[in-house]
């Protein structure tokens, strides 16, 4: 059974830098496409990050250029190095993987599995 257990999060002043984690158990993590969803209070989960198979990254545009999502086969995690934070990326941050790969890898719904989300807070 596969789960994903996400780590990492916390309060940080705007400017600074937080770098997730999620640590993948009962499959390794080359076998998925590999996402990162938030979902801030009264909001929608949206996309993030996301890091296929065979290694291409994609980003939401709120967070190009200060977001980075990559994995490590070692230890079979993948992780959100997240810099420049602003108070608008307040939000429970989640790691999903899609078992099946398709190509919406910004659609939430083509995700099968999900960890249970870190509390990111960015104070002005």
């Known amino acids: 059974q596969v789960q994903l257990i996400e780590s990492g999060g916390g309060l940080v002043h705007a400017g600074g830098s937080l770098r997730l984690s999620c640590a993948v158990s009962g499959r390794t993590v080359s076998s998925y496409h590999m996402g990162w969803f938030r979902q801030a209070p009264g909001k929608e989960r949206e996309f993030v990050a996301a890091?296929?198979?065979?290694?291409?990254?994609y980003y939401a545009n709120s967070v190009e250029g200060r977001f980075i999502i990559s994995r490590d086969y070692t230890t079979n995690t993948v992780f959100l190095q997240m810099n420049n934070l602003q108070p608008e990326d307040t939000a429970v941050y989640y790691c999903?993987?899609?078992?099946?790969?398709?190509?919406?890898?910004?659609?939430?719904?083509?995700?099968?599995?999900w960890g249970q989300g870190t509390q990111v807070t960015v104070s002005s």
């Open positions: 999903a993987a899609d078992e099946h790969h398709s190509t919406n890898h910004n659609y939430v719904g083509v995700y099968d599995h």
């Open positions: 890091i296929r198979r065979s290694g291409s990254t």
